[in-house]
């Protein structure tokens, strides 16, 4: 059985323009978890000490060119702390968004990511019942699958872990059929990481035991990217 292996990255930033390029040139399918309320004319969040470069918001008119052809995740509105808020505001924005994000891209919104990994059983009801079939977490189980409760959707790593490939090994040796993994683009600094990146992507695509996939499709859904 071939394994699937299945990716998303998180809050729609510039350097995602640079990803999708490297994730094209290597046929790898990915999904991208997007907060519409931070999405605006301009490009907008500006200069980063802790990464040491510019991390910004794409200009709202950006987003179907650097996403053609991947699938859109919803984020929330703004990326609060879920469980911080009130819950009928945490409603909101993940109604909101959705909504949103399905008109932005004229097409139905199936996975949430929760903003911070921050999530319990209230602020998850509220994803389902906005229609997700999976929601994301920032807690690292392998194997991720099968996931014992979709709304808490724990993926197997972040793509920059140390022993990336032992998971990745572990998980195709337990025949669970799924490894998942996450990030963000901007934590993608130097040149020998984005070649590092490029040539995680091209290792996965070569490799005869895998196969991308969609994550919606692991929960029965087919999409349309
Ligand atoms: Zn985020």
Redesign the pocket.
């Known amino acids: 059985m071939s394994m699937k292996v299945v990716q998303c990255w998180?809050?729609g930033v510039n350097d995602d323009i640079r990803l999708t390029d490297i994730f094209r040139k290597h046929g790898a399918k990915a999904s991208f978890?997007l907060?519409p309320q931070t999405h605006r004319a301009e490009r907008n969040g500006g200069f980063s000490e802790r990464w040491g470069k510019t991390i910004e918001r794409l200009a709202k008119s950006e987003l179907a060119a650097v996403y053609a052809g991947f699938t859109i995740a919803n984020?929330s509105q703004s990326?609060p702390w879920p469980t911080r808020i009130p819950l009928s505001d945490w409603r909101d924005e993940v109604f909101d968004a959705r909504k949103i994000l399905q008109d932005w891209f004229q097409r139905p919104i199936h996975g949430f990511?929760y903003?911070?990994g921050d999530c319990d059983a209230a602020t998850a009801d509220v994803v389902r019942e906005a229609g997700h079939c999976y929601a994301r977490t920032t807690k690292n189980t392998t194997p991720c699958w099968p996931a014992e409760d979709p709304m808490f959707f724990h993926p197997d790593c972040h793509f920059h872990k140390d022993n990336f490939w032992e998971l990745y090994e572990q998980a195709k040796a337990s025949n669970c059929g799924v490894f998942y993994f996450w990030g963000?683009s901007y934590e993608i600094c130097t040149e020998e990481q984005w070649t590092a990146m490029d040539k995680q992507i091209a290792r996965i695509t070569a490799d005869p035991d895998t196969e991308w996939a969609e994550l919606p499709e692991l929960f029965g859904v087919t999409t349309q990217v």
Do not use: K, T
Request: no cysteine; net charge negative.
């Open positions: 998180d809050d978890n907060n984020h990326h990511v903003p911070f963000h």
